[in-house]
T-cell receptor, first 114, second 111 residues
Framework: EAQVTQNPRYLITVTGKKLTVTCSQN?????MSWYRQDPGLGLRQIYY???????DKGDVPEGYKVSRKEKRNFPLILESPSPNQTSLYFC?????????????FGPGTRLTVT | SQQGEEDPQALSIQEGENATMNCSYK?????LQWYRQNSGRGLVHLIL?????REKHSGRLRVTLDTSKKSSSLLITASRAADTASYFC???????????FGKGTMLLVSP
């Protein structure tokens, strides 16, 4: 089954404790992206990757890191989480094309930083 | 940067009625997509309309695009309670895969 998986689905942590949210897709998509969703603000892009070893900042990259060592995985790293990073996080993937393709979303990770 | 803006922010209708949501955007686009999100879950792609298309249908969905007005509308006909969700438009201004999402329209369909 074609899917994007994220782990963990729920996470409560404390300020400053490094964490990683994993994202994996099985569709051989070149493009992967991380979004955060906050009430009243919609989805905002954090980072994206057009292919292995190619990553770029989105609209709200501060406080986040990513890596793309393999095509299927795109982990999101919070080196020193702060309460303002409490949010619902989504990973998404798609093909890269000048005609563009639909993005497939993971189920989301609800992060609370206390 | 927020590209698409949906209108209305919230819409409440009865089952069987039609629901219309609008999206306006600021810059030229390659295509526009609509997504649905059930409460707290991942977004699901509904339909894509290219900049050279004016109207597209998929089941009970009808999407229109007016590039001169930089706007799109999503019509859901004969709504069902299961259509209750948030609906987002997304544009790809750069012609590649990066999408910019609006803030969404929350649709409530009552039985």
């Amino acid at each position: 089954e074609a899917q994007v998986t994220q782990n963990p689905r729920y996470l409560i942590t404390v300020t400053g404790k490094k964490l990683t949210v994993t994202c994996s897709q099985n569709m051989n998509h070149e493009y992967m992206s991380w979004y955060r969703q906050d009430p009243g603000l919609g989805l905002r892009q954090i980072y994206y990757s057009m292919n292995v070893e190619v990553t770029d900042k989105g609209d709200v990259p501060e406080g986040y890191k990513v890596s793309r060592k393999e095509k299927r995985n795109f982990p999101l790293i919070l080196e020193s989480p702060s309460p303002n990073q409490t949010s619902l996080y989504f990973c998404a993937s798609s093909y890269v094309s000048s005609n563009s393709y639909e993005q497939y979303f993971g189920p989301g990770t609800r992060l609370t930083v206390t | 940067s927020q590209q698409g803006e949906e209108d209305p922010q919230a819409l409440s209708i009865q089952e069987g009625e039609n629901a219309t949501m609008n999206c306006s955007y600021k810059t030229s686009i390659n295509n526009l997509q609509w997504y649905r999100q059930n409460s707290g879950r991942g977004l699901v792609h509904l339909i894509l309309i290219r900049s050279n298309e004016r109207e597209k249908h998929s089941g009970r969905l009808r999407v229109t695009l007016d590039t001169s007005k930089k706007s799109s509308s999503l019509l859901i006909t004969a709504s069902r309670a299961a259509d209750t969700a948030s609906y987002f438009c997304a544009t790809d201004a750069d012609g590649y895969s990066t999408l910019t999402f609006g803030k969404g329209t929350m649709l409530l369909v009552s039985p």
